[in-house]
């Protein structure tokens, strides 16, 4: 294999996001799937390989130290090298009867080496993981994960539903939005993201659900937020007034004397769920579209004889 950081165009100084941005690139590029190029299959296995070393922060160190060549294995310096000296792991030369010498692998004292099984499947790859009948001990690495996202309606995401989402592979797959999902939760597609270019399991894909905007809700966690209109004589004499809810129409008893800016709240009319959220409800004052001679009377009559000053205390 070809030196991970050439497959991948990147320099050798280059940095984690670098690297990552870099193999989606050609991870997309290359993917079966959707890529033309008769040697597709090869280039994405180059390519996945290369980040699999590249990718992973001890890996990546191991590979500049010199320790571990471009397909992840073990650089052998010759046999010299692993006597009683080579370190906590290696390989020990033994004399046996008759004066033949054998290689005995030796791991590092704690477990912090290989074990033989481990060692086969190194140098092996895929064909590791069969490792000489019964020495299976560590599954093979898994494909990468690969990230999404969905926009939904609040009427899907209070309701649940079906939503098609095209994944970072070019791969597009229905995906189920269950009933009162919150904004910003991830969906995982079990099995949807990169395959493992060793053999193992592929990755997930994690889809994210954004919850498009409303016209006039916001959602807040499982909370809803809601901006309401109100007239100038029912935030002074108070009343009942209509809000519109997820589930229709409700009346909502305003006090008297009300501020604009005040919140109510309804609760329980939020998003559904096991606990279901709020309906915050903030009050607007709104003055009549056209002039009023008798309200710009009052209004002068009140400046001058009642005078307040609501901003005293921003001083």
Known sequence: MRDPYTVLGVSKSADTAEIKKAYRRLAKKFHPDQSKDPKAKDKFAEVSAAYEILGDEKKRGQFDRGEIDAEGKPRFQGFEGFGAGAGPGGFTRRTGPGGFEHFEFRSAPGGGGFD???IFSELFGAAGQRRAASGQTRPLPRGEDV???ITVSLREAVHGGKSRVTLPTGRTLEVTVPAGVEDGRQIRLKGQGLPSPFGG???DALVAVKIAKHPYFRVDGRDLRLDLPVTLYEAVLGGKVNVPTLD???ELN???GSNGGRTLRLRGKGLPG???GDLLVTLRIVLPD???PDLLELARKWQKQKPY???QDLT
């Open 290 to 292: 056209e002039t009023d």
């Open 274 to 276: 096991a606990k279901p």
């Open 309 to 311: 000053n609501p901003r």
């Open 116 to 118: 033989a099984g481990d």
């Open 248 to 250: 229709g129409q409700v």
């Open 201 to 203: 399991e592929p990755g």
């Open 147 to 149: 990230a999404a996202e």
């Open 254 to 256: 305003v006090p008297a």
